[in-house]
């Protein structure tokens, strides 16, 4: 279950502090449940996305959902990371540079919606 209902939800740091506290134990579990099945989907050991570093951080989520059966609820289809990452690339005169663009950080569709 997803606290904002049906639809594509932004969330980031600004935007979680703004939460009530039941709202914000509702998505903390919904984000606990997409970085353990993004992580096993993806063979990690452990998630790589919760609520206290989406908080601590400059990473936006993007979270859809759609209407589930019981009335009411919701389901979380899947979800999108992003966020800078600082990187090291080869320039063409063969130089080192760091750069921070902004990356996918993490990503999940539920098994249920993948083709």
């Given amino acids: 279950m997803c606290p904002q209902g049906e639809g594509i939800h932004t969330w980031d740091a600004a935007r979680l ?5 039941v709202e914000f134990h509702k998505l903390r579990i919904v984000l606990e449940q997409f970085g353990q099945r993004s992580a ?11 609520i206290w ?3 601590s951080s400059e990473q936006r989520l993007y979270l859809q959902t759609v ?10 289809v899947g979800g999108l990371k992003v ?9 063409a005169n063969g130089a ?3 750069i921070e663009p902004l990356c996918v ?10 083709r």
């Avoid at 096993?40 to 919760?50: E, M």
């Avoid at 209407?67 to 979380?76: D, N, Y």
């Avoid at 950080?105 to 993948?114: I, N, P, R, T």
């Fill in 17 to 21: 502090v703004q939460l009530q506290s």
């Fill in 40 to 50: 096993a989907a993806q063979g990690l050991r452990a998630p790589i996305t919760d």
């Fill in 53 to 55: 570093r989406l908080r």
């Fill in 67 to 76: 209407e589930a059966a019981a009335p009411g609820s919701t389901v979380l």
């Fill in 83 to 91: 966020g800078k990452k600082k990187l090291f690339i080869h320039r």
């Fill in 96 to 98: 080192i540079a760091e």
């Fill in 105 to 114: 950080l993490d990503f999940y569709v539920h098994e249920q919606y993948q």
